[in-house]
Nanobody, 128 residues
Framework: QVQLVESGGGLVQAGGSLRLSCAASGRNFGSYAMGWFRQAPGKDREFVAAISWGGGSVYYADAVKGRFTISRDNAKNTVYLQMNTLSPEDTAVYYC?????????????????????WGQGTQVTVSS
């Protein structure tokens, strides 16, 4: 059983940056692959990025490649999402998710159904 709490969201102007954090409580954080998803009002939740249990494998949605960076610090039980060059299209609630896995991450981790645990989300709003 894992509890996830996101933080770091807020209001930022286009072109700016934000760093989201996801703090995990529970055992064996290093045994979980982690993902970030986002959902705008009235739209489906979409995949953003994923990172493997040890941080050696990452995978990004095409929409954020080159702008966003996912990382983790297992000693702090925390996963991060650094978001640069933000645009209004990035406005959404951002969710952290976890699944117990020792495998690398790829397209298979872009499916919401692959994750067992979810945080409640943090709002990111990018103004024009």
């Amino acid at each position: 059983q894992v509890q996830l709490v996101e933080s770091g969201g807020g209001l930022v102007q286009a072109g700016g940056s934000l760093r989201l954090s996801c703090a995990a409580s529970g055992r064996n954080f290093g045994s979980y692959a982690m993902g970030w998803f986002r959902q705008a009002p009235g739209k489906d939740r979409e995949f953003v990025a994923a990172i493997s249990w040890g941080g050696g494998s990452v995978y990004y949605a095409d929409a954020v490649k080159g702008r966003f960076t996912i990382s983790r610090d297992n000693a702090k039980n925390t996963v991060y999402l650094q978001m640069n060059t933000l645009s209004p299209e990035d406005t959404a609630v951002y969710y952290c998710a976890a699944v117990r896995s020792f495998a690398g991450v790829g397209p298979e981790r872009a499916r919401k159904s692959e994750y067992d645990y979810w945080g409640q989300g943090t709002q990111v709003t990018v103004s024009s």
